[in-house]
C-alpha cells in the first residue's frame, strides 16, 4: 500500500469514528454535531483535551451535569455553624477529603475504570486521594421542591432535628454549580460514557479520554447511599486561584457573603427557618419552625 492509499484509509477511518461518535450523542439526546476539527485522533486516543474549545467532553458534560448559574436553594446545618456563618459573614467551601470515608471521588474512579488514580503510592494511599482531592473543595445544597417526608430527612441528617435551614440564592459566573449524578446500581457506569467508550475502544482500539475528567468525579455518587439527598453542589478548584486556609480534610476556601464574586460565586442568604432565632444580625430574615 503507497502512501496515498494509506491517507485514504486513515482518513475514511478517522471520518467513521466521528460518524460514530455522532450517533452515540444523538441516541442519547444530543442533536449537535462534531467534526474531524474538535477531536485530536492519534493511533491509541481519541480526545479534545488539546482543543481549543473542548466541545466534545462540552456537549457531553452538559447532557450529564448541565450547569447552573442560579438558583434559589436550602442548606440544612447545625445551629452553631449558621450562627458562625450569619455573624461572620462568610461561607465555607470544605475540602473533599473531609468525605473520604463516604467513598467519594472512588466510586466514580472504580465504576469508570480510572486505574490511574486507584493505584497506591508508597505510602498506600491512592492517587486519587494525593492528586485531586488536596485541590477540591464543594458546599452541599439541596433543591426547594421538596416533600414533608424530604424536609423531616434533610432536618434530623443535616440540621441534627433542631438545627438551621439557610435559603439562599445563588449566582454564578463559573460551570460547577451542578446536581450530583447518582449512581442507579453499583457498578453501571454512565449510559452515554460507557457506550462512546465501549465503541472507540472495540471497533478502533483506542483510548477516549473526557476532559475535565478529574473535575466531574467529584459530581458523582452511590445512589443506593445518597440518591435520597438530591444535593446540587457548588465545586471550586484551589488550582484555579482562592485563598486555602487550614490544612489537609479541615481546610477550606472563604465565600463572603456580599455583592460581589469570589471564585466565580456570589451568595445571598434571603431566610432563616429554625424553632428559635439564632444568634444573628438583625438584617437576616427569620421565619420560625414549628416544634
Same mark, same amino acid.
Given at each position: 500500500?503507497?502512501?496515498?492509499?494509506?491517507?485514504?484509509?486513515?482518513?475514511?477511518?478517522?471520518?467513521?469514528?466521528?460518524? $460514530? !461518535?455522532?450517533?452515540?450523542?444523538?441516541?442519547?439526546?444530543?442533536?449537535?454535531? !462534531?467534526?474531524?476539527? $474538535?477531536?485530536?485522533?492519534? @493511533?491509541?486516543?481519541?480526545?479534545?483535551?488539546?482543543?481549543?474549545?473542548?466541545?466534545?467532553?462540552? +456537549?457531553?458534560?452538559?447532557?450529564?451535569?448541565?450547569?447552573?448559574?442560579?438558583?434559589?436553594?436550602?442548606?440544612?446545618?447545625?445551629?452553631?455553624?449558621?450562627?458562625?456563618?450569619?455573624?461572620?459573614?462568610?461561607?465555607?467551601?470544605?475540602?473533599?477529603?473531609?468525605?473520604? $470515608?463516604? @467513598?467519594?471521588?472512588?466510586?466514580?474512579?472504580?465504576?469508570?475504570?480510572?486505574?490511574?488514580? +486507584?493505584?497506591?503510592?508508597?505510602?498506600?494511599? #491512592?492517587?486519587?486521594?494525593?492528586?485531586?482531592?488536596?485541590?477540591?473543595?464543594? *458546599?452541599?445544597?439541596?433543591?426547594?421542591?421538596?416533600?414533608?417526608?424530604?424536609?423531616?430527612?434533610?432536618?434530623? @441528617?443535616? *440540621? /441534627?432535628?433542631?438545627?438551621?435551614?439557610?435559603?439562599?440564592?445563588?449566582?454564578?459566573?463559573? #460551570?460547577?454549580?451542578?446536581?450530583?449524578?447518582?449512581?442507579?446500581?453499583?457498578?453501571?457506569?454512565? #449510559? +452515554?460514557?460507557?457506550?462512546?467508550?465501549?465503541?472507540?475502544?472495540?471497533?478502533? /482500539?483506542?483510548?477516549?479520554? +473526557?476532559?475535565?475528567?478529574?473535575?466531574?468525579?467529584?459530581?458523582?455518587?452511590?445512589?443506593?447511599?445518597?440518591?435520597?439527598?438530591?444535593?446540587?453542589?457548588?465545586?471550586?478548584?484551589?488550582?484555579?486561584?482562592?485563598?486555602?486556609?487550614?490544612?489537609?480534610?479541615?481546610?477550606? !476556601?472563604?465565600?463572603?457573603?456580599? $455583592?460581589?464574586?469570589?471564585? /466565580?460565586?456570589?451568595?445571598?442568604?434571603?431566610?432563616?427557618?429554625? !424553632?428559635?432565632?439564632?444568634?444573628? #444580625?438583625?438584617?437576616? *430574615?427569620?421565619?420560625?419552625?414549628?416544634?
Amino acid at each position: 500500500m503507497d502512501a496515498a492509499e494509506e491517507n485514504l484509509e486513515r482518513d475514511l477511518e478517522y471520518q467513521a469514528i466521528i460518524e $460514530d !461518535i455522532n450517533f452515540v450523542l444523538k441516541k442519547h439526546g444530543i442533536y449537535e454535531t !462534531i467534526l474531524r476539527s $474538535d477531536v485530536t485522533i492519534t @493511533d491509541k486516543s481519541v480526545t479534545d483535551l488539546v482543543t481549543q474549545d473542548g466541545k466534545l467532553s462540552r +456537549l457531553i458534560v452538559g447532557s450529564i451535569w448541565p450547569s447552573i448559574e442560579s438558583a434559589t436553594v436550602y442548606h440544612y446545618t447545625k445551629t452553631e455553624s449558621a450562627e458562625s456563618i450569619l455573624n461572620s459573614g462568610v461561607f465555607r467551601l470544605g475540602n473533599i477529603e473531609r468525605r473520604y $470515608d463516604d @467513598d467519594e471521588i472512588l466510586t466514580f474512579c472504580e465504576t469508570h475504570d480510572l486505574n490511574g488514580y +486507584l493505584e497506591v503510592d508508597v505510602n498506600g494511599n #491512592p492517587y486519587y486521594r494525593t492528586d485531586l482531592m488536596p485541590s477540591m473543595f464543594y *458546599a452541599s445544597f439541596t433543591v426547594t421542591d421538596l416533600t414533608p417526608e424530604q424536609e423531616e430527612t434533610f432536618w434530623q @441528617d443535616f *440540621a /441534627g432535628g433542631n438545627g438551621v435551614r439557610l435559603k439562599i440564592e445563588i449566582q454564578t459566573t463559573v #460551570p460547577n454549580f451542578r446536581k450530583m449524578y447518582y449512581e442507579e446500581r453499583a457498578g453501571e457506569p454512565i #449510559p +452515554l460514557l460507557s457506550e462512546l467508550t465501549s465503541c472507540i475502544s472495540k471497533r478502533y /482500539g483506542r483510548n477516549f479520554t +473526557l476532559r475535565g475528567i478529574s473535575t466531574l468525579c467529584a459530581f458523582y455518587l452511590s445512589g443506593e447511599s445518597f440518591g435520597h439527598e438530591q444535593e446540587l453542589r457548588a465545586f471550586h478548584s484551589s488550582r484555579s486561584g482562592g485563598e486555602v486556609k487550614g490544612e489537609g480534610a479541615t481546610s477550606y !476556601i472563604e465565600l463572603p457573603l456580599v $455583592d460581589e464574586y469570589t471564585c /466565580g460565586y456570589k451568595l445571598k442568604v434571603v431566610e432563616v427557618h429554625a !424553632i428559635s432565632r439564632p444568634n444573628m #444580625p438583625d438584617h437576616y *430574615a427569620f421565619s420560625k419552625r414549628k416544634a
